[in-house]
């Protein structure tokens, strides 16, 4: 105290021993919050969800198997724009089935793909059996050629 005499400071001791209270009380609230931090467990598994709620009405979702699974599983996300193709046997050609559909990709098994289709379009998907093929595509650029064509655009809004 003889060095803050020396620097002419008033000194108030009520204020001083308030000072040092509010600072071992913040010193104590820190060390007991700490000590319940390292008892709660945050889990780290994403939120799991049921897509069949997600599928809008007049639509399926079709379980396909890909002959480029492995390609579209490191090459897009959970949700992609693709044009499907029937792959061709030994000597035919393969030829499109399906073009600008929506490829999701499933939650629980990220090499399992399914495609969501209108039920009226769903019958040119489910005569052909598989391996199909799917080709990647820009999703603005189908926008654009649906938005010229005149259909009305799907759009689906998952949550609230």
Known sequence: MNYLRKLNIKIDKALLIAFAALGVVVLLLQIFSSSGEKQT??????????????????????????????????????????????????????????????????????????VLVREDESARIVTHEGPFFAALKNPNEATKARAKSGKSQLIIQYGE
């Not at 049921?50 to 959970?78: F, Q, R």
């Open 41 to 114: 467990i945050i889990s780290e598994e994403p939120e799991s969800f049921d897509v069949d709620t997600m599928i809008p009405a007049g639509h399926l979702l079709i379980p396909l198997e890909l002959s480029n699974a492995e390609s579209l599983a490191s090459l897009s996300g959970k949700f992609s724009l693709v044009d499907l193709y029937a792959a061709g046997e030994r000597g035919k050609k393969g030829f499109k089935i399906a073009s600008a559909v929506k490829l999701l990709r499933a939650p629980l098994n990220p090499n399992q793909f399914a």
